[in-house]
């Protein structure tokens, strides 16, 4: 048998360049070689209040997305988190094993915290429930962006003491991430991570951007007080920028070195411009005809929660076994 991958994106905000070539790009590449499932982790987005009809459309967004990154629904399974509603059932089951002081240490919850007034719940339980996503279809291979490293580590931390607890029931997933852009800066701050939730302008190139817009942001972006590029001395604008070179056009370190040092920052924009631009073209091409059919969309759902169930609910079936629930 295969092994399984299972990784997810939450429809919010607008994805971007670091979503691609941290993830997106990678599920594509690996689509054939194991058993997928790619989700639209929506119930992952409600964490922070999301406006219904927005949250209803970038749904069928993010699944566009997906094919038009040449996701195979044939191969793959593209399926909604809230259409199964085992996540929601395992991820309680999870909950109860979980220390909260496990949560409590996560970056991302620490970080999204602090820009709320008031916390809720969800945003706590919300590594819990990735853990669930992964563990009920005992994938053996996550592939993200390094954001998530340490929510996968928690998953693999929480796998564990089930099976201590309760007996072997779960697979212990690996984390698998890009060896180029696995985490994306800011264009306007590269101290920060490129962010769907980041709404300033000069900020991210989003996968839907147009041309114009692309240019504008990329010759924005802050680079450092040198001329030119300098491989030793360089700020982390300007190596930002050499990484998404690098990423899209998947150029050697050797290359690379060759190609840019001592281009100045000018040149250097346009080249990353020239480079985004041409390799966004395509795949916004795929996208508006995907579009054009919401009725296929919608085929390509249904029928991916309809081949994952029968995966999760065998899986819930065991733990309930497993920890004496009623059945
Ligand atoms: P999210 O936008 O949080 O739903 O993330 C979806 C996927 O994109 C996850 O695998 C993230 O790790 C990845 N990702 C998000 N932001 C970045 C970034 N700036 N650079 C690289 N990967 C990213
Ligand atoms: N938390 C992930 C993110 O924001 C999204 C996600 C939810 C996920 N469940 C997952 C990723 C399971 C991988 C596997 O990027």
């Known amino acids: 048998m295969k092994t399984r991958v299972f990784s997810g994106m939450q429809p919010s905000g607008n994805l971007h360049i670091g979503n691609y070539l941290g993830a997106l790009r990678n599920w594509v590449r690996i689509q054939h070689d194991y058993e997928c499932i790619f989700c639209i982790v929506d119930l992952h987005a409600i964490t922070l209040y999301q406006d219904p009809a927005e949250l209803r459309a970038k749904i069928e967004e993010i699944a566009a997305l997906y094919l ?59 590594p819990v429930l990735m853990a669930a996503d992964i563990l009920l279809y005992q994938a053996g291979i996550v592939p993200v962006g390094e954001d998530q490293a340490q929510h996968l580590e928690l998953t693999r931390d929480i796998a564990q003491r089930f099976n201590s607890l309760y007996g072997d029931t ?74 998404i070179y690098q990423a899209f056009a998947g150029t050697s370190d050797e290359e690379m070195k060759a190609r840019f040092t001592g281009m100045r920052y000018g040149e250097l924009k346009k080249q990353v411009t020239d480079m985004v631009v041409a390799s966004l073209g395509p795949f916004q091409q795929r996208y508006r005809e995907i579009t054009g059919d919401p009725g296929y969309l919608r085929e390509v759902l249904t029928e991916g929660a309809g081949r994952v169930a029968p995966i999760a609910n065998d899986t819930v079936g065991l733990v309930k076994e497993r920890m004496g629930l009623f059945r």
């Not at 989003?206 to 972006?221: E, F, W, Y």
């Open 68 to 126: 038009a990154a040449g996701i195979d629904p044939k191969a793959c399974a593209i399926m909604v988190q809230s259409a199964v509603p085992a996540h929601a059932e395992l991820a309680w089951m999870l909950t109860c094993v979980t220390p909260v002081g496990w949560l409590e240490r996560m970056t991302q919850y620490k970080a999204k915290g602090a820009k709320q007034e008031s916390v809720s719940d969800g945003l706590l339980q919300y």
């Open 170 to 243: 779960f697979v212990v997933p690996g984390t698998s991430l890009p060896a180029v852009g696995a985490r994306v800066m800011g264009l306007d701050d590269p101290t920060q991570k490129m962010s769907k939730s980041a709404g300033a302008a000069g900020h991210a190139v989003a996968l839907l951007d147009s041309p114009d817009k692309i240019r504008k942001t990329i010759i924005r972006a802050t680079t450092d007080s040198n001329p030119a590029v300098d491989f030793e001395t360089a700020g982390a604008g300007v190596l930002n920028l050499l990484t």
